[in-house]
């Protein structure tokens, strides 16, 4: 864990309101692994207070740098993509528990909306590997497929799917997981975005009884595990803590329903 | 040459190496800052709340953001006393600050057992009770927005305890230095404040509130004049010594507290915005001190209280 001071490298806008900043932070790069993220403090001003928790989409150890990559939803955000190269953010990490690496001959990558940037990091951790690597990519329109080009690079056969039908499936990039698990070979799914994604993905791998493992989001205080604020229910009861005990989790290690109720 | 400043104060049977804690439920127990920072560094360590029984805490969501602050309903989440005897205290009875527990409780009974229990354990070196718990012997008022119920609960635990102890006030109250002088007749060793101010948060599209509980403690920055105004009051209410809790991340706020009569600081909320808060707030007192020539903390306590010598 690196508490750093890190100078913004590059920024640039990728889709309209999704912008990807590069820092310098050869510790955080050096230790990274895919699943894991940073809090970000744009500013030392005191609103917005509290850090803001981002999936480290790249981590180049050699260049020393990590990259984000987010929409602007907000405050927080919106004063990132503000941060022009030259200027400096706070940034501590890597945190929270990676994705385990897989076993299986096929690896599915399943990635909604801004839930791409963990996904593409595994991918190109596991290009040298020899599973099949298969990527399915959701947004709500086609300006807003981001990654694609990353996971195609690292080898993946890539499948997209719209809400609107802009462009790949017009539908859930969840009808994509149904079918590619109907394919032979064993699998492994590996899944990020918002939360009605992520339980569906968690129901169709329990029910078909294939591993799964999805990288959750929750509002954070902290992100070191002090704070309490980001738990969500675990299956059997109790609470689980996104920072540390996650972000990332197995299909059977969450009450689904339970997290639906208490966030929706 | 400049002498190194004396930052040591004490409080009640605890000799602090500096004033600077860090506030209940705000560090865990410490374990996950290590990473940042030497533990040994701290004046104490304040731990999260222990509670009789294990708590789960509440559900839905538990933070919010607010202006400079946040709201909080983590529910005071806890694996109980025995568990925390069992589980968390062997990992961190070696560190050499002082570590003070946090106790909540809604029924004096339950104050007083947590209390016993932790005292028997060892290596717990003072006990703060949070007094800001509805009691279900009176109708699920707070206990500590009524002289009689403070008074009672601190009496209860100081029998049962050798420990320091360290009454917590609640800033919900209509008048908190009568309350702190009941905390003190009753033989507080000490009284901290303040634990968070109650406030709520809308989601207007979804026209509900954000909480999953509805509503929740307001901490950080924003808190900070509010807490200072009453430190001052209570400093100037009792004899035992204050600490100033509320909105302090930087050493300059940890002096207001002191000057205003607190003999230490706890240092909350902003230990997330800042997992070094705390070793920068003590550097940062160090070399004000230094800068201003002062070779121990302790006369700057009370210093802009009325009647302290005036700044050179
Ligand atoms: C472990 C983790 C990893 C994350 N990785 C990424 C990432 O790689 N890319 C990315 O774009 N975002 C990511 N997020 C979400 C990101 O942290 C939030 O979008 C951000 O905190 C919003 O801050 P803000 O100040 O811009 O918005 P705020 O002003 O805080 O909120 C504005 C709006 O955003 C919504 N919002 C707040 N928090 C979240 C959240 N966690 N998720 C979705 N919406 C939220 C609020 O409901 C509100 O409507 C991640 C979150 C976590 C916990
Ligand atoms: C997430 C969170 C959890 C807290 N838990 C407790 C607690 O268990 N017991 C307690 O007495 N105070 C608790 N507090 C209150 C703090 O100890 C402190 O009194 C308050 O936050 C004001 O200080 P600050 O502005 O520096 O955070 C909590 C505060 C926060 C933000
Ligand atoms: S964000 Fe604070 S405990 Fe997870």
Request: hydrophobic share 45%.
């Amino acid at each position: 864990m690196h508490l750093v001071t890190s100078e913004v490298l590059d920024l640039r806008e990728v889709a309209p309101d999704h912008w990807v900043t590069t820092f310098d932070a050869p510790e955080i790069a050096a230790a990274a692994r895919p699943g894991q993220f940073v809090m970000v403090r744009a500013g030392p001003d005191w609103d917005p207070l509290l850090p803001r928790a981002f999936s480290i989409y790249h981590a180049d150890i050699e260049a020393g740098c990590v990259e984000i990559l987010y929409r602007v939803v907000g405050r927080g955000t919106r004063q990132l993509a503000t941060l022009e190269p030259g200027r400096f953010a706070t940034m501590w990490g890597p945190l929270g528990r990676p994705f385990d690496l897989p076993e299986t001959e096929r690896v599915i990558l399943v990635a909604g909306g801004v839930g791409v940037p963990p996904v593409v990091f595994l991918a190109e951790r596991l290009a040298q590997a020899p599973m099949r690597l298969l990527g399915l990519v959701g947004a709500s329109s086609r300006k807003f497929l981001v990654g694609v080009e990353h996971l195609r690079r690292a080898g993946a056969e890539v499948r997209l799917a719209t809400d609107d039908g802009s462009l790949g499936h017009h539908g859930l990039v969840t009808d994509l997981l149904a079918a590619a698990l109907q394919e032979p070979g064993q699998a492994t799914i590996y899944a990020c975005g918002p939360q009605p994604m992520l339980v569906k993905t968690a129901r169709t791998a329990l029910a078909a009884g294939v591993s799964c493992q999805l990288a959750l989001e929750a509002p954070m205080a902290c992100g070191v595990g002090a704070c309490l604020g980001c738990t969500v229910p675990r299956a059997g009861g109790s609470f689980a803590r996104v920072c540390c005990e996650g972000p990332v989790f197995a299909a059977q290690e969450i009450d689904w329903e339970a997290w639906e109720r208490g966030s929706i | 040459m400049s002498i190194e400043p004396s930052l040591a104060v004490t409080i009640g049977g605890l000799r602090l190496k500096n004033p600077v804690m860090t506030a209940s439920g705000c560090f865990g127990w410490g374990e996950e800052f290590r990473a940042y920072f030497d533990l040994n560094e701290l004046g104490a360590l304040v731990g999260k709340a222990v509670t009789a029984e294990p708590r789960p805490g509440n559900t839905g969501v538990r933070i919010h953001e607010t202006p400079a602050g946040m709201l909080n309903a983590i529910g005071l989440q806890n694996p109980g006393v025995e568990g925390f005897i069992a589980d968390i205290l062997p990992r961190i009875r070696d560190l050499n600050c002082p570590l003070i527990a946090n106790v909540p409780g809604h029924t004096v009974a339950e104050y007083v057992r947590v209390a016993r229990r932790l005292t028997e354990a060892g290596g717990i070196d003072a006990i703060e009770l949070n007094l800001s718990c509805p009691n279900v012997g009176r109708g699920g008022l707070e206990f500590c927005v009524a002289p009689e119920s403070v008074a009672e609960v601190v009496s209860a635990v100081r029998s049962a305890t050798r420990l320091t102890l360290i009454a917590k006030l609640s800033p919900n109250v209509t008048d908190v230095a009568v309350l702190a002088q009941a905390a003190q007749a009753a033989g507080a060793d000490a009284i901290s404040l303040i634990n968070t101010l109650v406030g709520m948060a809308i989601d207007v599209e979804r026209r509900r509130p954000i909480l999953g509980n509805v509503t929740g403690g307001l901490s950080g920055p924003a808190i900070r004049p509010v807490a200072l105004r009453m430190v001052y009051e209570v400093v100037g209410a009792v004899q035992v010594p204050v600490i100033g809790i509320g909105g302090i991340a930087t050493a300059r706020d940890a002096l207001e507290f002191l000057m205003a009569g607190a003999t230490a600081v706890q240092v909350g909320t902003a230990n997330f915005f800042n997992p070094r808060a705390c070793p920068e707030i003590i550097a940062g007192l160090r070399d004000w001190l230094r800068a201003h020539g002062i070779r121990d903390v302790r006369e700057i306590i009370g210093a802009a209280r009325p009647g302290a010598t005036p700044a050179p």
